[in-house]
């Protein structure tokens, strides 16, 4: 049983954030989602979610490709929540590039690309203008 992990907050949550969930799913057998706090997404972002944690959650939570999901309050606590949820690979998008690769020695550590031309940002920026 290969089980992977991956983190985001997911917020607005859109075809990017489908696809990396989708592919992170396909590289094991349960897939295990650390959804970000609201408090951590002002800290990484400088803003806070458009959608709070609760909505976050459901929305992973009901993704049939999504075996588990729990809430990441910070990032340096990776080591931490991969040890929990005993995960043999950590899976991020590629804009987190090396990022993460100090974990080498508890899991995989692999990087996907991101599905491009979508992101959160650009969104909001495109409904602020309509
Ligand atoms: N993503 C993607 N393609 C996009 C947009 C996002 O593949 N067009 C991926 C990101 O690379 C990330 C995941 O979707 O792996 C979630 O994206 P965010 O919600 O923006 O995640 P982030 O706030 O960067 O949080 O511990 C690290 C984090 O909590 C990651």
Redo the contacts with the bound molecule.
């Keep these: 049983m290969k089980r992977v992990i991956?983190?985001?907050?997911?917020?607005v949550f859109?075809i990017?954030?489908i696809?990396?969930l989708q592919r992170a799913r396909q590289m094991g057998d349960l897939l295990t989602v650390?959804v970000?706090s609201d408090e951590?997404?002002l800290s990484?972002?400088g803003r806070a979610p458009v959608y709070p944690l609760s909505s976050r959650l459901e929305i992973i939570r009901s993704l049939r490709f999504v075996d588990n999901v729990f809430v990441?309050e910070s990032?340096e606590k990776?080591r931490e929540y991969i040890l929990q949820q005993k995960a043999d690979i950590l899976v991020?998008?590629?804009?987190?590039q090396g990022r993460f690769d100090f974990l080498s020695d508890c899991c995989e550590v692999v990087y996907?690309?991101?599905?491009?031309s979508?992101?959160?940002t650009e969104i909001i920026e495109v409904i602020k203008e309509i």
């Design positions: 991956t983190f985001g907050t997911f917020d859109h990017g954030h696809r990396i650390g970000s951590l997404n990484k972002k990441e990032l990776k991020m998008g590629n804009d987190w996907l690309p991101r599905t491009p979508i992101s959160t």
